[in-house]
C-alpha cells in the first residue's frame, strides 16, 4: 500500500463531488436558507437571555449558527449510505481484494469529498452570514491555522464514526433504524442544533462522553478564538484521541465483519 | 378537473367509479409497508426520533431562557405542536413528491404520463409514507400537553380555530412540497434547494415569526405563508397582541394563505409538465 495511491484516491473523491456544481450550488444555498433562521434564532435566544448567553453575545451566537452551517458539508454530519449499500450488494467483495486498506481508502476518498465542499457549500453561507448579521471573528492568523487542522479532525472523527455505524450492515439488513438512530444523537450532540455550552448539564455530561462535539463544536470554537492557546490544544488533543479511537474500533469491527461474510458468485 | 372526469369516465378498474383507481394505488403502498412489521415498527420510532431531535431545540433553547419572541416554554410547545403536526401530516400525504428529480433523471414519469390519471394526483397516491404517523404522533402530544397547561379560555371561537389551522396548515405545506416539485422541472439536481423550501419553512413555522427580522417576516408571511401555519393561530389561541406589523385576528386566515398557496402550486406544477420534455425512452 503506497502513500501515491490513498493519494489518487483523495484525488478522486474530490473529483466525484465537483463534477456535479450545480448540486453543491443547491447545497450552499440550502445551508444559507437554514443559517439565516437559525441566525435568527440563536440571536433571538441571545437576546431573550439579556445578552449573554454561555458566553455568546448576540453576534457570537449568530457566527455560531454560520459557521456551524459552513461545516454541514464538509463534515458530512448528516447520513450517507455508500458502504451500506456496498455490503447489502455484495460489492465490498471487491474492495476487500484491492490492495489498499478498505478503512485508508474510504477515509482518503471523504477527506478528497470535503476539501473540494469546503469552499462552494462552506463560503456562501458565511459570505451572506458577513452581510447579513455580522461574524465575530478573531483578528489572528493562528485560530485560523489551527481551526483548519481541527476542520480535518472533524472530518476524520465523522467519517470514522459513520464508517463504524455503516459496518452493523454486516449483522443487520435493514439499516434505516439504526441510521436514525445515529442521526438523531449525532446531530443533537454535535452542537448541530444548539450550541453544546447552551446544554442543560445533565445533556452536556452525556455530549462529553462522545465523538460526537469533536465534530462541530471543537472546530468551531477553535475558529472562533473560543479556546486559545494551551485550552486550544486540549481540544485538538480529544479530537485526536477520538478520531484514533473511533478508527481502530471501525478497523475491529470490519475484522469481525469480514470474517462472517459470504459473498455469493464470481 | 377536467382531466379527473376523463379518467373517471374511462373507468380503467372496475370497482369504485371516480376514486378506484387510486383507493387501489394507496392500498397496495400501505400493504406493502405494513408487510415488514418490525421494520415499519422501527421506522415509525426513527419518524418519532426526527420530531424530538426538533423539539430537542426548543428544550435545549428553554432551560437558559424563559421567553423567545413573546412566548414562554408553554406557548412555544404549543406553536410547535401545531406547526409540526401539520408539516408532518402534509410529509405523510405529499412528502415523497420531493423524489421527483429522481423520476425526472431516469425518465420514470414517462410511465405516469401514460396513464390515464392526473400526473399529480398518481405521484400523491403512489408513495405515501405511513412510517411519517411517528412524527405527527410526537406533535400531537406536544399539541395536547401545551393545550394542557396553557391557560387557554376554551370558547367556540378557540375550538374553530384549533379545528381549522391544522387542515390549512397542512394544506398550505402541501402546497409548498408541490411548488417545490413543480420548480425540480428545471433545476438539476436541486433536490436540496427544495429542501431549503419545505424544510425550512418548516423549521421557520416551529419558531415565532416575531424573532425575525422585518424582510424574513415579510418573506415568512406573504411569500412563504409559515406563519399562518402555527404562529398566527397560536397568538389567537393564547389572546397575545400580535407585533405592529400583524394583528392576532390573521389567524384566521390561514385558509385564505392555503388557497393562495394551492393557486400558485398547481399553477407552478402545470408550467413544470409542460416545460417537461421526457427522456425518450
Given at each position: 500500500m503506497s502513500v501515491a495511491a490513498l493519494a489518487v484516491l483523495t484525488q478522486t473523491g474530490w473529483k466525484r463531488w465537483s463534477a456535479y456544481r450545480s448540486a453543491a450550488l443547491a447545497g450552499a444555498v440550502t445551508n444559507t436558507v437554514f443559517g439565516l433562521i437559525k441566525a435568527a434564532i440563536t440571536?433571538?435566544?441571545?437576546?431573550?437571555?439579556?445578552?449573554?448567553?454561555?458566553g455568546y453575545g448576540a453576534i457570537e451566537g449568530a457566527t455560531y449558527a454560520w459557521l456551524a452551517q459552513a461545516l454541514i458539508a464538509p463534515v458530512n454530519v448528516f447520513w450517507s449510505n455508500d458502504l451500506v449499500?456496498?455490503?447489502?450488494?455484495?460489492?465490498?467483495?471487491?474492495?476487500l481484494s484491492r490492495p489498499v486498506d478498505p478503512q485508508l481508502a474510504y477515509l482518503c476518498a471523504d477527506l478528497g469529498r470535503a476539501a473540494f465542499s469546503l469552499v462552494?457549500?462552506?463560503?456562501?453561507?458565511?459570505?451572506?452570514?458577513?452581510?447579513?448579521?455580522?461574524?465575530?471573528?478573531p483578528g489572528q492568523l493562528l485560530p485560523y491555522v489551527l481551526g483548519m487542522v481541527s476542520v480535518v479532525l472533524a472530518v476524520v472523527v465523522s467519517f470514522a464514526c459513520r464508517w463504524l455505524v455503516s459496518l452493523a450492515a454486516f449483522w443487520l439488513i435493514e439499516m434505516r433504524g439504526a441510521a436514525t438512530l445515529y442521526l438523531m444523537t449525532s446531530n443533537i450532540l454535535c452542537g448541530l442544533v444548539v450550541p453544546v455550552h447552551w446544554f442543560p448539564g445533565w445533556m452536556a455530561a452525556v455530549a462529553a462522553a462522545t465523538p460526537f462535539p469533536s465534530m462541530l463544536q471543537a472546530p468551531i470554537d477553535v475558529i472562533m478564538g473560543r479556546v486559545t492557546g494551551v485550552d486550544a490544544l486540549g481540544v485538538v488533543g480529544v479530537q485526536i484521541a477520538w478520531a484514533a479511537g473511533v478508527l481502530l474500533a471501525g478497523r475491529l469491527v470490519w475484522t469481525l465483519g469480514t470474517r462472517k461474510l459470504v459473498v455469493q458468485g464470481g | 378537473m377536467a382531466d379527473l372526469s376523463a379518467a373517471g369516465s374511462r373507468r380503467p378498474t372496475a370497482a369504485g367509479g371516480l376514486l378506484g383507481p387510486y383507493r387501489a394505488l394507496v392500498s397496495s403502498r400501505l400493504r406493502s409497508q405494513l408487510a415488514y412489521r418490525r421494520s415499519f415498527a422501527l421506522d415509525v420510532l426513527g419518524s418519532f426520533g426526527v420530531g424530538l431531535i426538533e423539539f430537542a431545540e426548543v428544550y435545549v433553547i428553554f432551560s437558559s431562557i424563559s421567553v423567545l419572541g413573546g412566548l414562554d416554554f408553554a406557548g412555544l410547545a404549543l406553536l410547535f405542536g401545531l406547526a409540526s403536526l401539520s408539516f408532518s401530516l402534509a410529509d405523510l400525504l405529499v412528502g415523497h413528491i420531493d423524489r421527483i428529480p429522481t423520476y425526472l433523471r431516469t425518465g420514470t414519469l414517462d410511465a405516469f404520463l401514460l396513464r390515464p390519471l392526473p400526473v399529480l394526483?398518481?405521484?400523491?397516491?403512489?408513495?405515501?409514507?405511513?412510517?411519517?404517523?411517528?412524527?405527527?404522533?410526537?406533535?400531537?402530544?406536544?399539541?395536547?400537553?401545551?393545550?394542557?397547561?396553557?391557560?387557554?379560555d376554551f370558547t367556540p371561537a378557540v375550538i374553530t380555530l384549533l379545528l381549522i389551522t391544522p387542515i390549512a396548515g397542512t394544506a398550505i405545506f402541501c402546497g409548498l412540497f408541490v411548488v417545490a416539485a413543480g420548480?425540480?422541472?428545471?433545476l438539476i439536481e436541486g433536490s436540496e434547494m427544495a429542501n431549503a423550501?419545505?424544510?425550512?419553512?418548516?423549521?421557520?413555522?416551529?419558531?415565532?415569526?416575531?424573532?425575525?427580522?422585518l424582510p424574513m417576516r415579510v418573506l415568512f408571511t406573504f411569500v412563504v405563508p409559515a406563519a399562518f401555519t402555527a404562529y398566527l393561530p397560536t397568538l389567537l389561541i393564547l389572546g397575545l397582541p400580535g407585533p405592529a406589523w400583524t394583528p392576532a385576528w390573521w389567524g384566521w386566515l390561514t385558509p385564505l394563505a392555503a388557497l393562495a398557496v394551492w393557486g400558485v402550486a398547481l399553477l407552478a406544477w402545470r408550467a413544470g409538465l409542460r416545460h417537461y420534455t421526457g427522456a425518450g425512452s
Open positions: 440571536m433571538g435566544a441571545v437576546g431573550a437571555a439579556g445578552g449573554t448567553l454561555a449499500d456496498r455490503i447489502r450488494s455484495g460489492d465490498i467483495a471487491v474492495d462552494p457549500r462552506g463560503a456562501p453561507p458565511l459570505l451572506v452570514g458577513a452581510l447579513v448579521t455580522g461574524l465575530a471573528l | 394526483a398518481q405521484l400523491v397516491t403512489s408513495d405515501i409514507q405511513l412510517r411519517r404517523l411517528g412524527r405527527s404522533a410526537l406533535a400531537l402530544g406536544v399539541l395536547v400537553v401545551a393545550l394542557v397547561v396553557n391557560p387557554i420548480i425540480q422541472f428545471w423550501f419545505t424544510y425550512g419553512s418548516n423549521y421557520a413555522a416551529t419558531f415565532p415569526t416575531s424573532i425575525f427580522s
